[in-house]
């Protein structure tokens, strides 16, 4: 029955898409004297519009949920307040004046930036309704409709995120403000995120090294919490989800609360889960791809007066099936399997939630506290210890490793413990309202220990340390400037097995790098922008990078690593233009990026056979690379029923000691959506239908010389579908959402899938999502 209902809401939508969406209505004033305010910016998660002459201002096709709205204003001090849409039809903001303003050509450096609602460089952000809608997914799956992000996946159950080509250690991952520091060396290693926890995810697209140090070459994904609640009483909010392919079902739980005998004090505590079976290609069934997740969040935080401290306590526990196909005897039997195009038809592969070896088991804790104080005349304390211990366990399906033949894949072929604390210092001192300045100072241990007998990561302990400034100033009201400046050093002493002499030995090396940015944006009228940006930014190499010796079974490949690698060095130069107003908005990003010794793994021509199987080998080596490209995307609201998008991405990598492309680079790709909404039809509110469609291109632009890096698989173009609506049960507001992806059931592999020498992608997907508020 829900199903013919959300079927209903698709069909009612097209016979009364004229149906009013939710909106928003009200008026901007002056706070002391009460006079309209003309040309205001406000802003709604990705809607805005300018207020009219006598400082109205309307905002349609709105969902009923809780956002905050944006009000700035040239000389005004910004206006910003979480708004429950469901209940607020209209809205009046009074704005007071600046302290010192001094005619109109004084602006504060929050307004000139809030104004236009967007950094100098490009930033992608997925909160409120938007985010809601992706739950039950990985953090990779979550961000890859971003413009410009993509996924890099190890079969279905694993994938990160792909910033501009670049992933894993080039691009810095922080949730609550803590860096996640686990394994991330490996290309099958996916970030240890519960992507239930996340209230808001921003994506800083391009080199930003001087705000979050060493390795942030390709961008920067930060997640944060949705703020704690403020008034006392229980609530909460219960989510679940199912995945019709993989048989997959995946909950979430939150509770909070501010207690009225504590004053100051509020917490949260969140429990999620996700258990999925093996999944299916469009022909078979993926053997061995099962997986099961869970996780948990407790929030404490406590504010009075000007000191605010809150503290957090997270774990993530997940094991993984990795698809048996991947692993084979011989050479000949991967070229077999490689001809074939797939599984081998005689082999009857069932479903199965069990998950066997190859496979992985990995938990990640982190304890971090935060405090924020201001004292004097405005200045700004932020201070932040974290811990954090990544355990990673990868599992041979092969003798060596278990004690015996009954218990095949009962030892890990490599037990990782990498146990990660750090200190964040940053001063944010009082230098006028048309000036923003930040001086830090970060610190870090790490210890790295193999418990078992594999070698193919040795153990290490490194020591970072790093000082940053960075600044912005509102020249005028139309130009706002950045600029920064940044030095770190890592100290890393590891303990590899000599090829040579088969012995353990102590190796130290240091490394030294520095990052700078600079940067502006220029508002030209009302609706339009234009940003630059120029950073540099370094990462040293990893210690995968520098001692790998062996099988690595999560990508079924034998890796070399090369000990005498020195540091990456970035020069990223990137330009926006940005159009915002009632009617569209739209950016286009066009951006450069030159990397001195970029390390990567090339595929050598021929693989190598152990005693454990054939698997291809990777060497790790170094060159200059060169990664050019434009992303585009443009939202178009003809009504306030109807949303239209369409977006592209287009990366060039070039290897420029070869003189030939890159290898492992994300394809070519354009997508377009449509969304209609209504904002009550047969009893649902809130309702809407999208359809969006996606192709990808084939990654013709090959290194020569690799075993396996031909033929790239063909282009592809997959349709999605998704209905949704809020159902009033017993007064509480019921979100739902039906979904199918891949609807039309296509068989493809994608040119960053690790597994797509052996089996095909996820076919058809259906999904279910129901949202219920609590309290």
Do not use: C
Not at 441 to 451: D, K, P, S, Y
Not at 495 to 506: E, F, G, K, N, Q
Not at 627 to 644: I, K, Q, S
Request: charged content about 20%; proline content about 5%; overall charge negative.
């Amino acid at each position: 029955m829900l199903s013919l209902r959300l079927l209903a809401v698709a069909l009612g939508l097209v016979a009364v898409g004229t149906a009013d969406a939710q909106s928003l209505s009200g008026r901007v004033v002056d706070a002391e004297t009460g006079a309209p305010l003309p040309g205001a910016a406000v802003r709604v998660l990705d809607r805005g519009t300018a207020t009219d002459a006598d400082g109205r201002f309307a905002l349609a096709g709105l969902p009923a949920d809780t956002a905050t709205v944006a009000v700035t204003f040239v000389g005004y001090q910004p206006w910003r307040e979480t708004v429950d849409l469901g209940r607020t039809a209209s809205l009046d903001v009074r704005l007071a004046p600046a302290a010192d303003v001094l005619g109109e050509v004084e602006v504060s450096a929050d307004a000139a930036q809030e104004a236009l609602g967007r950094d100098v460089r490009a930033v992608a952000v997925l909160e409120g309704r938007a985010l809601e809608e992706m739950r039950g997914q990985t953090l990779a799956e979550t961000l890859d409709g971003l413009n410009g992000v993509t996924t890099l996946s190890t079969g279905p159950t694993i994938g990160k995120p792909v910033v501009r080509g670049l992933h894993s250690d080039r691009v810095v991952i922080l949730e609550n403000g803590v860096r996640q520091e686990g394994q991330q060396w490996g290309g099958e290693h996916a970030p240890e995120i519960d992507p239930f926890s996340a209230g808001r995810i921003e994506v800083v697209k391009g080199a930003a090294g001087v705000e979050y140090g060493a390795g942030a070459i390709g961008g920067v994904v930060r997640l944060d919490d949705r703020d704690l609640p403020t008034e006392p009483g229980l609530g909460g909010r219960l989510g679940l989800q199912a995945f019709s392919n993989s048989g997959q079902g995946a909950g979430s739980l939150v509770l909070e609360d501010a207690p009225a005998g504590l004053p100051g004090v509020a917490w949260r505590l969140q429990g999620s889960f996700r258990r999925a079976g093996d999944a299916r290609t469009p022909d078979v069934v993926i053997r061995n791809s099962a997986f099961r997740e869970a996780s948990g969040h407790l929030t404490v935080g406590y504010q009075r007066g000007p000191l605010a401290l809150d503290g957090h306590l997270r774990r993530y526990d997940t094991e993984l099936g990795i698809y048996k196909g991947s692993h084979f005897g011989n050479a000949r039997n991967l070229e077999a399997i490689i001809a074939r195009g797939g599984p081998d038809p005689d082999w009857d592969y069932r479903f199965s939630y069990d998950i066997e070896a190859p496979k992985q088991r990995v938990t990640h804790d982190v304890a971090s506290v935060h405090g924020h104080t201001t004292f004097g005349d405005g200045h700004h304390v932020d201070a932040q210890y974290a811990v954090q211990n990544n355990r990673r366990r990868e599992f041979d399906a092969h003798r060596p490793y278990s004690d015996s033949l009954a218990a095949l894949g009962s030892r890990p072929s490599f037990d990782l413990s990498l146990l990660t604390q750090s200190v964040d210092l940053k001063l944010e001192p009082s230098v006028s309202d048309r000036a923003r300045l930040a001086v830090g100072v970060q610190a870090r241990t790490q210890l790295n220990e193999n418990g078992e007998s594999g070698t193919l990561v040795p153990n290490f302990r490194a020591y970072d340390g790093g000082l940053f400034t960075h600044g912005s100033w509102a020249a005028s009201p139309a130009l706002t400037l950045d600029a920064g400046l940044r030095l770190d050093a890592r100290t890393m002493t590891a303990y590899p097995l000599d090829r040579a002499s088969r012995r353990v030995r102590a190796d130290t090396r240091t490394f030294l790098g520095g990052a700078a940015a600079v940067g502006a944006l220029y508002a030209l009228g009302e609706h339009w922008s234009v940003a630059a940006n120029a950073g540099s930014a370094w990462r040293p190499p990893n210690v995968s990078e520098l001692y790998s010796f062996g099988v690595h079974h999560g990508t079924a490949q034998f890796e070399i690593g090369d000990p005498d690698l020195g540091t990456e060095r970035s020069l990223d130069l990137s330009a926006t233009v940005r159009h915002e107003s009632a009617l569209a908005s739209a950016e286009v990003s066009g951006y450069v990026n030159h990397i001195a010794d970029y390390i990567y793994a090339l595929e050598t021509p021929e693989p190598t056979v152990t005693i454990r199987g054939t698997f291809p080998t990777f060497e790790t080596t170094h060159t200059d690379a060169r990664l050019a490209g434009v992303d585009a995307n443009v939202e178009v609201r003809p009504t306030g029923w109807l949303d239209l998008g369409a977006r592209a991405s287009v990366l060039r990598a070039d290897n420029l000691d070869l003189g030939g492309p890159l290898y492992g680079v994300p394809s070519d790709r354009v997508g377009a959506h449509a969304r209609a909404t209504a904002g009550r039809l047969l009893g649902l509110a809130d309702a809407y239908a999208e359809a969006d469609v996606q192709h990808v291109a084939r990654q013709d632009r090959v290194q020569p010389g690799a075993y396996l890096a031909a033929p790239y698989p063909p282009g592809y173009t997959l349709a999605g579908l998704r209905l949704g609506a809020t159902l009033d049960w017993n007064a509480a507001p019921v979100q739902l959402q039906l979904g199918i992806d891949n609807l039309f059931d296509v068989r493809y592999r994608d040119a960053l899938g690790r597994f797509r020498y052996f089996v095909d992608e996820p076919g058809r997907n259906v999904t279910l999502r129901v949202s219920v508020p609590l309290g």
